[in-house]
């Protein structure tokens, strides 16, 4: 196999790296069931409109997002539906983990009183 040109690991970093905030992926997790208004990810996230926007920002020029104005609302919605596959697998992965550590400590409380 032959190995990636440096160009196309940035890029994937890069990717990767929006998605390592956590506010971002609240975002991603309520454009889930579509189209939403800045404002109502405001109220939702509990946050800055300033804070809202930025991270909205970063997610549209990455490409994950798209925007559309309405008079004077921007409105943002999900731009390519492979980033909740994406978030299903990590998500699956994590829980499978979670999952197996509780057992090992069950067994560890187990094996502890006896």
Known sequence: MDPLPTEVVQQ??????????????????????????VQDLVEATQTSQANVSKHLKVMLQAGILSRRTEGTSAFYRVSD????????LVCDRIAARIEEQAQHFRAFSLSSRQ
Request: with cysteine.
């Open 12 to 37: 994937v970093a890069e990717y990767f790296s929006v998605l390592s905030e956590p506010m971002r992926l609240r975002i991603l997790n309520l454009l889930r069931d579509g189209e939403k208004c």
């Open 81 to 88: 539906d492979l980033i909740f596959e994406l978030c299903s």
